[in-house]
């Protein structure tokens, strides 16, 4: 969706690129190294950060949400556990994210990418009003993408995998956004795989065949569900501590964009 006013001869708006994943799946190393990779190609990012609980950010943020809400008052001030703080934190910063929504705006000449770190624990924000707010907002105004980082390292088994794929298939439901499957840390473990499990039904039954529980069965019929979940998802394999994978990561950003603008 082209921003108001760009005509023929306007830059082309950034591409918001959310990112989202499980706790520890590497999301904030990724932004960081992505951010990095923009900055050696002349190309700085536009970079928010939306975990109000983080300790400390391996990046510069232009815009960060522990500067506009402090997680641990809202916490005393409300009487809430962390959960309920770093919810209500991303609430009352939903409630201004109008402002965030204009500084994007005057960025955009200068940058083709704004990167959005997401809270540590992914349905804070993937199942709040405000989380829905916040990626609503991005997506009417910018083409935007949404990143769904697995740890490949804690997926090597069909049943984990498969769970994880289910979470990732929610996701896209929920969004209804470009989606990409961005497989981290390949430099512990090579994400071919996963992509086979993906790409060859049999040799996930052959995996899942050591298995033999209730959940294998249902995990047997969900991956005949997820062929087509499977056929159109875009994945990349990355390493977020080495920085490999990233070209690739980019292609498919823009190739994401390019067919979403294509069908809408
Ligand atoms: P939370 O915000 O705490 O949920 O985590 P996160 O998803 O932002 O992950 P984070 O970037 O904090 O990384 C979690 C751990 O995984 C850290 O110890 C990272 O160093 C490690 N990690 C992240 N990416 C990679 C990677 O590509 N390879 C390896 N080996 N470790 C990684």
């Keep these: 969706v082209a921003p108001a006013g760009a005509g023929p001869e306007s ?14 799946s ?3 190393t990724l932004v960081q190294r992505l951010t990095a990779h923009l900055h050696s190609q002349n190309s700085p990012p536009y970079v928010i950060n939306l975990d ?33 703080g770093i919810v209500t934190s991303l609430n009352l910063f939903a409630t201004r994210f109008d402002q965030v929504m204009k500084f994007i705006e005057k960025r955009q000449n200068t940058s083709q990418y704004v ?25 009417s105004t910018f083409p935007s993408v949404v990143v769904y980082v697995m740890d490949t390292s804690r997926s090597t088994s069909p049943i984990t995998f498969m769970s994880n794929m289910l979470y990732a298939c929610s996701i896209l439901y929920k969004t209804k956004l470009p989606f990409i499957l961005a497989m981290n840390k390949t430099d ?15 040799i996930f ?3 899942l065949n050591q298995e033999t529980t209730y959940v294998s069965n249902l995990t047997r019929s969900m991956s005949l569900v997820l062929d087509e979940f499977y056929s ?6 990355v390493s977020a501590v080495l920085g490999t994978g990233l070209d690739e990561f980019f292609v498919k950003v823009s190739e994401a964009v390019d067919e979403y603008e294509r069908e809408y």
């Design 11 to 24: 830059p082309a708006p950034p591409v918001c690129v959310l990112v989202l994943g499980m706790a520890g």
């Design 26 to 28: 590497g999301k904030t």
């Design 52 to 84: 109000p609980a983080v300790h400390e950010l391996p990046f510069p943020a232009n815009i960060d949400i522990r500067d506009t809400v402090k997680y641990k008052e809202v916490m005393k001030q409300y009487g809430l556990g962390p959960n309920g």
């Design 115 to 139: 990167l959005i770190d997401t809270p540590g624990q992914i349905e804070v924000f993937t199942w709040s009003a405000s989380g829905t707010i916040i990626t609503e907002a991005l997506a």
């Design 188 to 202: 512990i473990i090579d994400h071919s795989f996963a992509v086979e499990w993906m790409q060859d039904f049999e």
């Design 205 to 207: 039954q052959d995996a």
């Design 232 to 237: 159109s998802l875009k994945v990349v394999g």
